[in-house]
Every structure is written in structure tokens, then in C-alpha cells.
């Protein structure tokens, strides 16, 4: 019957579950303005999103990317344009416009595809059992995922089965926490110091984290509804082949 | 006898119906229907109660992160410091996105309930079997259970 599949909806693999979706444009270009990669994680192009938000943090620590926004928001104009390097700032701006620009035009063209993908309706995958791992379908709490990744980012991929994710985002969280001295900042400002709280931040490293928790949140929840929205279509189809040649009668 | 239940979607569902294949009961003496909440192809979308909270709550972490790197920045010139404000911003912009999309999409047609009868499981099966049947049902999270006996129609 299915001799050849063209466009499977969704495949699992050690990594997790990888699949397609259909999503609003303008929602996953924005996240690649508020953090380049992250409008292509939630597009699953995996790779791509990993070495954006590596460019991202080395560049911007280059070019001083981030004191310069900083200071703008607070009207320190002229500190602005000083701390700014240009050789660094040119070629982010570029790249970080076609960022915006790639995952809006993929978005576009993934939506086309997951519609066909939709249409040809092939069978789902729903488990895998590999030397190394376990990974399958499952019905998971949006709440739960977002609320884990509010906590520490990463620990919602986690619970979402994307491991690597996971453990990237929480690698860089401790980096960033470390280096802003957020922590120390909030102790210092539970103590009443609240000179001291302020002085200790390190504005460059702390303008990376609220993108990267909210961004986290945002991938976590959104990955749980979609892995329900697989899991509820798998079944049916499951449920629809197994009791297809059913012999009861309603009516007598 | 015929026993019918209704199941959301859950792996509680598939339990049920291994157990009573397992059971005895014959896999051709076996429905399932998959219910939808609007006439769109069940294999394409699957509406749930709870999506339009969803989106809001989708758009209110897209507005958050803005507001928290400029609460940021402009709490290096303020009195209570970037952490401080990116946290107050932050819950503001969370709070504004989702409101406004609220408020946008308020005329959503109707209020469903939080659990769905998502898929109808009905068995035909003889009348010493029903018992047997609607407890196997019940204790893996049907919603319902109802039967019926056929005999009555003849």
C-alpha cells in the first residue's frame, strides 16, 4: 500500500522527536530577533539553530554588542556609540537581519511541506529502542515543561526527551549565571545591599538571560503541545488500522 | 450486549483495549470512533478545549523577554538595578501579551470543557462478559461508560 513515504510528518530518534509543524511566520522570526538560532530551533533544524547562538554569543562579546544596547535603552547615547567595536558590529548587524530573514522564508516553506505532509497522512512513528536509548511518544504537561525551564533553562528539554538541547542550554546557563553574578546580585539584594547588588553585575553576560530563560520556556511548552498533538494523531491512526474491519452492529 | 465508553486520548486507552483483547474479546467485536470538537479531518487537527489559552500564553513569553532586556538596561540608571526591572518588565510584557490576545480573540464560538470524550470505544459482547468489560473500561480512565442491551430491539 505505503510502497514509499515522501514526507513523513515526524521522525524519533536518539535525539528525540524531530518533526514538522505549522507555525506563524512572524512568531519564529521574532524569536530569531530576540536571540539568533532560536526561531530556528523551534523550526527543529537543530544544527543551524546550535551554530546561530554560538555566533551569537561570541560575536556580541566581540563587538560589545550587548553594553551598547544596554546603554541605549538608558539614553547613554555617546557610551553607546564608544563602547561599540565597529569591525564586529557591521557584519553581526548582517548576519543577524538574515537570521531573522532564513527562519521567516523557512517557516514559510516548512508550512507548505507539513501540509502536504498532512495530506499524505503516512504512518506515525511512536517508539524507538536503540542500544543507547529509549525515546517515544508521549503525553506531556505544557505547564510542567514551561514551569521546569523557568527554573533552570534546559531542564524542559529534558523532560521533553531532547537531551542534547538540554544539556547545551544548561551548560551556557551556568556560564551566563556564573559570569553576570545574578545570584550573588539577588543575595546581596535579599541582604538590603542594594549598592552592592548592582555594582557586582556584569551587564554584558546578564543581557543574555532573559532571551535564553524565556526562549527556553517558550521551546519547552510549545514542544510538550506539539508532542501531544503527534502522540493524539499516532493513535488514531493506530486505532483506525487495528479496529478498521469491525464487525459490530448498532443496529439489529 | 453492547458496552460503550469514551476515552480521551492516552496510553490508559490502549491498556483498556489490550486488556480486553486480551481477555477474550474479539478485536472484530470491537469500535473506536475518534471524536472531533468541528468538521475539520480528524487526522489534521485535533482542537482541544484549552488551545486559545494556549496561544495567549504563547504570545504573552513572545512579549516577555522584551520587556525584560529593556527593564534591564534602564535599571543600570535606576534605583532597584537590571534584575530588578528585567524581572518587573518582564512579568508586565508577559501580562500585556497575553491580555491583548485575549481580548483580541474573545469572540472564540464556544466554551468546551476541560476533559473531551475524544475517542468512543463500543464492544459487543455476551451479557456475562459486560461486567467484566465496563470494569476494565472504568479502571482505565474512561470518562463513561453506558450500555445497552440489544435484545430489547428484537
Known amino acids: 500500500m505505503n510502497s514509499r513515504i515522501r514526507r513523513p510528518l515526524q521522525r524519533i530518534s536518539i535525539f528525540g522527536i524531530t518533526y514538522m509543524h505549522r507555525r506563524n511566520p512572524f512568531i519564529i522570526a521574532w524569536w530569531s530577533a530576540i536571540f539568533p538560532g532560536f526561531g530556528h530551533y523551534l523550526l527543529n533544524n537543530y544544527i543551524r539553530a546550535t551554530l546561530l547562538t554560538l555566533f551569537e554569543v561570541c560575536i556580541n562579546s566581540l563587538g560589545h554588542i550587548n553594553e551598547s544596547i544596554a546603554y541605549s535603552f538608558c539614553g547613554k547615547f555617546e557610551m553607546a556609540k564608544s563602547v561599540l567595536h565597529p569591525n564586529w558590529a557591521s557584519g553581526y548587524l548582517i548576519i543577524y537581519f538574515f537570521t531573522i530573514w532564513d527562519s521567516y522564508r523557512s517557516t514559510v516553506a516548512q508550512n507548505k511541506l507539513c501540509f502536504l505532509a498532512e495530506m499524505e497522512n503516512a504512518p506515525l512513528q511512536s517508539f524507538i529502542i536503540d542500544p543507547l536509548e529509549i525515546q517515544y511518544l508521549e503525553q506531556k504537561n505544557p505547564n510542567i515543561a514551561a514551569w521546569y525551564s523557568l527554573l533552570f533553562p534546559g531542564l524542559g528539554q529534558f523532560y521533553n526527551h531532547r537531551f542534547g538541547l538540554a544539556f547545551y542550554t544548561m551548560f551556557w546557563w551556568w556560564l551566563y549565571s556564573i559570569l553576570s553574578h545574578v545570584y550573588q546580585s539577588v543575595f546581596y539584594f535579599a541582604l538590603g545591599d542594594l549598592q552592592r547588588s548592582i555594582s557586582i553585575l556584569n551587564i554584558h553576560w546578564l543581557l543574555f538571560m532573559p532571551s535564553v530563560i524565556c526562549g527556553a520556556t517558550y521551546h519547552a511548552y510549545t514542544t510538550a503541545i506539539n508532542h501531544n498533538r503527534l502522540y493524539r494523531l499516532e493513535q488514531r491512526q493506530y486505532l483506525a488500522e487495528r479496529y478498521q474491519k469491525s464487525d459490530v452492529l448498532i443496529f439489529l | ?154
Open chain 2, 1 to 154: 450486549m453492547l458496552i460503550i465508553g469514551a476515552f480521551e486520548h492516552s496510553i490508559e486507552l490502549e491498556e483498556a483495549l489490550s486488556v480486553l483483547e486480551n481477555r477474550g474479546i474479539l478485536r472484530k467485536s470491537i469500535m473506536v470512533v475518534p471524536m472531533d470538537t468541528d468538521s475539520t479531518k480528524s487526522t489534521q487537527y485535533i482542537s482541544r478545549s484549552w488551545d486559545r489559552y494556549n496561544k495567549a500564553i504563547e504570545v504573552g513569553m513572545a512579549v516577555a523577554p522584551a520587556g525584560a532586556v529593556i527593564g534591564m538596561s534602564i535599571g543600570l540608571v535606576l534605583k532597584w538595578g537590571p534584575v530588578f526591572w528585567a524581572l518587573i518588565l518582564a512579568f508586565a510584557g508577559f501580562a500585556i501579551g497575553l491580555g491583548i490576545y485575549l481580548f483580541v480573540n474573545k469572540s472564540y464560538n464556544r466554551h468546551l470543557p476541560k476533559k473531551l470524550p475524544e475517542v468512543t470505544v463500543i464492544v459487543q459482547c455476551s451479557e456475562d462478559r459486560s461486567m467484566m468489560v465496563m470494569e476494565t473500561m472504568r479502571k482505565y480512565h474512561a470518562l463513561t461508560v453506558g450500555h445497552i442491551n440489544e435484545a430489547r430491539n428484537e
